[in-house]
């Protein structure tokens, strides 16, 4: 769909998208302070623009934790891909390596960034769907479809058709919070709200539940690098 980049004052720059079955405006703030509004198609940029100013404190406050990322060989990224330093120009992904510059900087951060987006992507394809049939079939559920999206404001979404939509990020969490997202999603196939029912039938399979839910109120909604002694 169709996206623009504007300059607010007090903000600076904002990315406008427009997106296909969106119904509500949702605004995010990047691994790198860059602010993104998307709103449903029919809806003019300017109430994008009116958005975003209206949320400039919220704005502020989340760029206040936004570091410069650091990328290092030997570093993990997500479950299974690792940082291996190579004369390359650009990073990419061979097997289960992400290869990066030998001297990664501020440069080519965005690069290699995107490089470990890929990897938690193959990874959330693979580990996510794998674990989330298993979680289906061990408490008789079913779904539709699965995708694996870019989202940052949540770990994942189920539609009223049951199709579930997983954040990328996600296979970064502990497996424990990762299972919790996955059966939050699948009770969302029989229960389309939060009430006393969904919340009733989540503890059954997940009894930590609420703690959980609290647990991800700070889950990293970007790419963050693991040093092998923070493997989960």
């Excluded at 693979?126 to 870019?150: D, E, F, M, P, V």
Aim: include cysteine; glycine fraction near 6%.
């Amino acid at each position: 769909m169709a996206s623009k980049t504007v300059e607010i004052e007090a903000i600076g720059p904002v990315t406008l998208h427009k997106r296909r079955g969106n119904s509500y405006l949702r605004l995010s703030v990047g691994a790198g302070g860059q602010v993104r509004v998307s709103l449903p198609p029919w809806l003019p940029y300017a109430a994008g623009v009116r958005f975003a100013q209206t949320k400039r404190k919220w704005i502020e406050n989340h760029r206040q934790g936004v570091v410069p990322l650091s990328f290092a060989a030997g570093q993990r990224i997500g479950k299974a891909h690792r940082l291996v330093a190579a004369s390359v120009d650009n990073a990419r992904i061979s097997g289960n390596s992400v290869l990066i510059p030998l001297l990664p900087s501020l440069k080519n951060s965005d690069n290699i960034t995107a490089a470990c987006e890929r990897a938690l992507r193959r990874q959330s394809r693979t580990l996510l769907s794998r674990r989330l049939n298993h979680l289906a079939q061990r408490h008789g559920y079913r779904y539709t479809q699965l995708r694996i999206k870019k989202m940052r404001s949540r770990c994942g979404s189920c539609s009223n058709d049951g199709h579930i939509s997983l954040s990328l990020y996600l296979i970064q969490l502990p497996w424990e919070l990762i299972d919790y997202v996955l059966l939050h999603e699948l009770v969302h196939t029989r229960h389309h709200h939060h009430g006393p029912a969904f919340w009733s039938e989540l503890e059954r399979y997940y009894p930590a539940a609420k703690s959980a839910q609290r647990a991800l109120k700070n889950w990293p909604a970007a790419v963050v690098p693991q040093n092998e002694t923070l493997m989960a």
